[in-house]
């Protein structure tokens, strides 16, 4: 890979590539082809993840591992999603951690698209309403009180609050701007540098309301679907939990894997593991996890898991969409209101006191 082509910023088109190139060569090596064959046939059929897969089948025959030939030739991977094509390179399962991260990947794509449907026309309103209560505020509410300051009279509470917000955007708007993109910009370049930053923040956004479920569940359901694979492949829990927690993105709920890990190393019963973590506030997974281990059919087992915490996000984010919408709408009928009064009561008053002098 070029030096230009690394310094230049991945963009949609270059995940899609990626994601096409992924889910061909999980759709040949599910067909039985060994990694060599399928990646030179999906290299042969055409499009811009051929070109993508020819690069990567280069890199395969001068003896990397293809998780080392992605991490080149495919920059908008992220580390959690080569992680899982290393953990089927490790456990001979590359088919199936191929499969997953397909699936993975498309999934992601539409649950983006729907959220961004479903908080773009709310966000909207609320900026919108923002807006003309600061125009409001700003620039036409003290062109018509001056009126009133000339008379003497009080103005009404309504107008009093317009104009105290305006003067606080005028204040104190501009510093706070700047200081809110500092702000994004330290707390982003510290996610990138240091681990344990990223680590808190992670923990921080768990604990946000409904975005913090949607994290949970999003994760749970993935690293389940991996660690059903990894076990069937023949790979202890121990092992495979270590290699299902390196594919996980939200560093918080990587490290709670972890010592899911370590106590499984010391002993412990998995689910007994899985409950102290607090992976599942709920402990249905731990309660799961507690039958599969008098059954002994753990992989079909987290396969279920994985399937109730994918309807668990569906369910949050459906209940996201539901309430969004109305919560924008009558926050911009109160704001609009509020506006309307506190422009409209002076301007009747004005023309009272025309009326009287």
């Known amino acids: 890979m ?19 190139a992924i889910g061909r060569l999980a759709y040949l090596c599910r067909a039985g082809l060994s990694t060599s064959e399928a990646l030179q046939i999906g290299a042969d059929c055409g499009g811009p993840s051929a070109r993508v897969l020819a690069r990567v089948s280069q890199l395969v025959r001068r003896g990397l591992s293809l998780e080392r030939a992605l991490s080149r030739c495919c920059p908008v991977l992220a580390a959690h999603e080569l992680a899982i094509i290393s953990a089927g390179e490790r456990c001979g399962s590359l088919a199936k951690a191929l499969e997953v991260l397909d699936e993975q990947m498309q999934r992601s794509v539409c649950e983006r698209k729907r959220l961004v449907s479903a908080l773009a026309y709310p966000c909207f309103l609320m900026t919108t309403a923002l807006a003309v209560l600061c125009v409001i505020s700003v620039f036409v509410l003290p062109a018509t009180t001056s009126m009133y300051e000339n008379s003497g009279t009080a103005l009404p509470l309504t ?5 105290a917000f305006g003067r606080t955007v005028v204040t104190y708007g501009p510093a706070a701007l700047i200081l809110l993109c500092v702000a994004a910009a330290a707390t982003a370049t510290a996610r990138r540098s240091n681990a344990r930053a990223r680590e808190h923040t992670d923990a921080l956004l768990l604990a946000v309301p409904i975005l913090g479920g949607l994290v949970r569940a999003g994760t749970r359901s993935s690293a389940y679907r991996v660690l059903a694979a990894v076990l069937e492949a023949g790979t202890d829990m121990a092992e495979a939990l270590g290699l299902v927690a390196a594919t996980i ?56 898991m994985s399937m109730i ?41 004005s023309s009272a006191i025309l009326a009287a002098g």
């Open 309 to 349: 915490a994918q309807g668990e996000y569906q369910e949050t984010l459906s209940a996201l969409s539901k309430a969004a919408e109305p919560a924008a709408v009558i926050a911009m009928a109160v704001a609009v209101g509020f506006g309307a009064l506190g422009l409209y009561q002076p301007i009747l008053g």
């Open 249 to 304: 993105e939200n560093r918080a709920l990587r490290a709670r894997f972890v010592r899911v890990q370590e106590r499984v190393l010391k002993g412990v019963r998995p689910a007994a593991a899985l409950a102290s973590a607090a992976i599942d506030p709920t402990g249905i997974d731990a309660g799961l996890l507690r039958a599969a281990e008098a059954g002994g059919g753990y992989a079909e087992t987290l396969r279920r």
């Open 159 to 163: 107008t009093t609050g317009l104009i």
């Open 2 to 20: 070029s030096a230009r082509s690394r310094m230049r910023r991945p963009s949609r088109r270059d995940r899609r590539s990626a994601s096409e």
